[in-house]
Nanobody, 124 residues
Framework: VQLQASGGGLVQPGGSLRLSCAAS????????FGWFRQAPGKEREGVSC????????FYRDSVKGRFTISKDNAKTTVYLQMNSLKPEDTAVYSC??????????????????WGQGTLVTVSS
């Protein structure tokens, strides 16, 4: 049971990236997922989360309208599409999963499976 995050990189302000979180060893249908980030010298913060049935999503205010979380159960992958990136989005992004159904989970302490981070750098 593991998560593998990828898709980070260097992008100019205003650019886009799509992060992927590939799950192995379990089916996405019964898990809620979240994306979190940690910038240098700062605490980890929640970015977005999605319920097991894809019905409920949450975004932190600073990314609303720019980021979109989605799941592809067939590909067992969760995505975070990031548009109009800003320098303040620079951070290590990590994905996480928890065996909670029908609810989007914002509390990081509720997550039991964590992937390694992928670095996103927004700079000109």
């Amino acid at each position: 049971v593991q998560l593998q995050a990828s898709g980070g990189g260097l992008v100019q302000p205003g650019g886009s990236l799509r992060l992927s979180c590939a799950a192995s060893g379990f089916a996405l249908d019964y898990y809620a997922f979240g994306w979190f980030r940690q910038a240098p010298g700062k605490e980890r913060e929640g970015v977005s989360c999605i319920s097991s049935d894809d019905v409920t999503t949450f975004y932190r205010d600073s990314v609303k309208g720019r980021f979109t979380i989605s799941k592809d159960n067939a590909k067992t992958t969760v995505y975070l599409q990031m548009n109009s990136l800003k320098p303040e989005d620079t951070a290590v992004y990590s994905c996480a999963a928890t065996n909670i159904v029908l609810s989007a989970v914002r509390d990081p302490t509720m997550y039991t499976i964590w992937g390694q981070g992928t670095l996103v750098t927004v700079s000109s």
